[in-house]
């Protein structure tokens, strides 16, 4: 089912127009190695060039986690796991929690949140340094117009994937 579960998520990214797709296996049966091999295959066979350039900028892979998941590392344990030399087709990865928001803040005197500054407060250069960005909900409800900002008319991101969405 896993086979099957990869082949539809890659028929449904040549699908125009085609802006979400829904993976809903039970629970234990591989939804993050199925998104993990179709996104691999995504950079491989260059379906998003933004991704696969050889080098940055990117438009990155934003995945969006539970805390727990974040501070355990489960997606970048995975992606160490089961893809070879480490997983380095998805490198560099940035796990963008606590400190690193400060460091990629581009006014530290700047204080408040960006839903208070009205405006993109997190280095959007430095974030597109990185083929995978992995941060939590609360990081984008408080972080909301840098998440959100539109480059040229396009999204900063190339593939966004909520991992346990219901949060």
Partial sequence: HQIEGVRWLQACSKVP???GVLLADDMGLGKTLQILSFLSWAIESGRFPDLSA???PYRPILLVVPVILLENKTWEQEI??????NGSIFTPVLNLHGEKLRW??????????ETEIGRPVLDLDRLQRHRVVITNYETITNYQHSFAFLRNGKPLWSVIVTDEAQE
């Fill in 104 to 113: 990629l803040r581009q006014d530290l005197d700047q204080r408040g949140r």
């Fill in 54 to 56: 050889d080098r940055p």
């Fill in 80 to 85: 160490e796991r089961f893809f070879r030399s």
């Fill in 17 to 19: 127009n085609r802006r």
